[in-house]
């Protein structure tokens, strides 16, 4: 359903000749999920978690609980639970950009390895 939304969604096809079919596929598919990955799933947890720990910080530490309490404690836990989701699919797509700049890299590797064995033979 989310797919809907995404208007522009990137897919990768490599053609190396150094790469068998399966790791072609294999890193296909990584480059894939990286490069359209969305943070959802970081955002949803760091959206439950948030407000969670806030209430369990709360429960410990609160000693007066009146109707005022509780609304300054609902708007905060409204505020972590936006927070949160902001915070944790912001960190998903940094997370999800690292290791795509790691499996380029790892590609590149490749085909240095690849093309200075072309020389040295």
């Given amino acids: 359903m989310h797919d809907r939304w995404r208007r522009h969604r990137v897919q990768v096809r490599l053609a190396l000749p150094w790469l068998s079919v399966d790791e072609s596929t294999d890193y296909e598919r990584r480059l894939n999920r990286l490069m359209n990955a969305c943070g959802c799933i970081e955002g949803a947890a760091m959206a439950v978690a948030l407000p969670s720990f806030l209430a369990l910080l709360s429960w410990s530490l609160v000693t007066d609980w009146s109707v005022i309490t509780w609304i300054l404690l609902s708007v905060a836990g409204l505020m972590a639970f936006i927070a949160g989701g902001v915070l944790g699919k912001w960190a998903g797509v940094a997370l999800a950009r690292r290791r795509l700049y790691s499996l380029t ?17």
């Fill in 105 to 121: 890299r790892q590609l590149a590797r490749l085909a240095d390895a690849r093309d200075l064995k072309g020389v040295l033979s």
